[in-house]
């Protein structure tokens, strides 16, 4: 079945997409995501350029040797934007396969291991009353695992916390951090000052909604190792269900200090692209979660081939899913999230109703469990004409700097 065409669509409803439509001789399309944040259109060019032009004639079902024919013929392997352009192709021809089998993606990965697939949405606050209606929203939402982010004492905006509007100037910031400036917004931190804070907004908010609620946090990469095991150790009284990107992992070999000193639960690796990147993360059990997704680490082929790895050693999945990854990237990850075994928990964060309009998709979010759906293939497809009336715009994501004008991480 070959590949005659295949097709980059950048749209922006809301912020922006990077989508690959691949079509078969038999007129069956399918669907890839290539969206990397703030760097949208090198993947779409790489994309365009390189990607495409090898894609026209070949078989669509010889995924594998697709996926190797790009992986180890470019010669300059992994990056990001290598990886998410791999990662379009490899789920898109994924999705024809399982179209024309006539069975929805995750019956071709094995079947189901569950009935559903447990998700945590995102709470925050400016200050402690603002963060419990978040989390009260979230609760009536039907999330019943929350992710938990304050604002500082002293500090201005920073990661994650709902302190501005959307892009039609209306609801809370808490879903998009990527800001259509000509260049990135800088932010101010002070690291002892969050080390101080953290620990009291974790003990008000298990006095105020109990010891049974799973409560997640993200670190954003901004600890070193040993600020990041004083951090694990601190918060053990609140019983997380994970302390998420507690400091730069590409050194591997610094999560063993982290875990030599605190028993709190560790996920790592939204930035990673590569299960080299894992390696002595998965082997020595340094990590709890793997938090790739399926759009920045080649794919579908190359997750499941993770997690299996992963399974080995206990740990278990957590993938990326924030409002960067598309519905088609979504889609990608619940699939694998129902059929793998060693599943820990998906990331949630529900698109604008713009985005929807744009993928149309049959997955769907019930009393905080996600369902990809019965489609055959992934079930998301891209309306085109709607696509057209979002045209790409620029932004970027913020960047760090310490009280001293020193460059930090985000």
């Not at 399309?29 to 495409?52: F, I, K, M, Q």
């Not at 697709?66 to 789920?91: E, N, S």
């Not at 082997?283 to 082929?301: K, M, P």
Request: with cysteine; charged share 20%.
């Amino acid at each position: 079945m070959r590949i005659v065409n295949a097709e980059v669509v950048v749209t922006s409803p809301g912020r922006n997409f990077v989508t690959l439509e691949i079509t078969t001789e038999d007129g069956v399309r399918g669907y890839g995501d290539g969206t990397l944040n703030g760097r949208e259109l090198a993947v779409a060019s790489y994309l365009t350029d390189h990607v495409v032009p090898l894609l026209v004639g070949r078989d669509a079902h010889q995924i594998e040797d697709t996926w190797q024919y790009l992986h180890r013929g470019a010669y300059w392997r992994r990056g990001p934007v290598t990886m998410a352009a791999i990662a379009a192709v490899d789920v898109a021809l994924w999705d024809i396969k399982a179209q024309v089998a006539g069975l929805p993606l995750y019956q071709l990965l094995g079947g189901a291991s569950r009935t559903g697939i447990r998700a945590y949405g995102h709470a925050s606050g400016r200050d402690l009353p603002e963060l419990f209606d978040s989390i009260r929203a979230h609760l009536d939402e039907g999330y019943k695992s929350i992710r938990i982010q304050s604002a500082v004492p002293g500090l201005g905006t920073i990661y994650g916390i709902g302190a501005g509007t959307t892009t039609g100037g209306t609801g809370r910031y808490d879903y998009e951090p990527a800001r259509r400036h000509p260049v990135p917004t800088e932010e101010v931190w002070d690291t002892r000052a969050y080390l101080r804070h953290l620990p009291t907004v974790f003990e008000a908010v298990r006095n105020e909604f109990g010891p049974e609620l799973p409560l997640l946090h993200d670190v954003h990469h901004r600890l070193t190792p040993i600020q990041a095991a004083k951090l694990g150790r601190s918060l053990e009284p609140y019983d997380l269900f994970w302390m998420e990107d507690c400091t730069p992992a590409e050194n591997q070999e610094s999560l063993r200090l982290v875990r030599h000193h605190t028993t709190t639960p560790l996920a790592i690796g939204e930035v990673f692209n590569s299960v080299v990147d894992y390696q002595t993360l998965i082997r020595e059990q340094l990590i709890d979660y793997v938090r790739s997704a399926v759009t920045h680490t080649g794919g579908i082929s190359p997750m499941r081939k993770l997690f299996d790895y992963a399974a080995l050693y206990q740990v278990k999945s957590g993938i990326h899913g924030p409002t960067d990854i598309s519905p088609v990237g979504m889609a990608a990850g619940l699939h694998l999230d129902l059929a793998i075994h060693n599943f820990g928990i998906q990331e949630f964060m529900p698109h604008s109703a713009e985005t929807y309009q744009v993928f149309p998709h049959a997955y769907t979010f019930t009393d905080g469990y996600l369902h990809p759906g019965e489609t055959p293939g992934l079930g998301v497809t891209l309306d085109r004409e709607a696509a057209a009336a979002f045209p790409y715009e620029p932004a970027y994501l913020p960047v760090n700097r310490l009280r001293d004008g020193t460059m930090h991480d985000w």
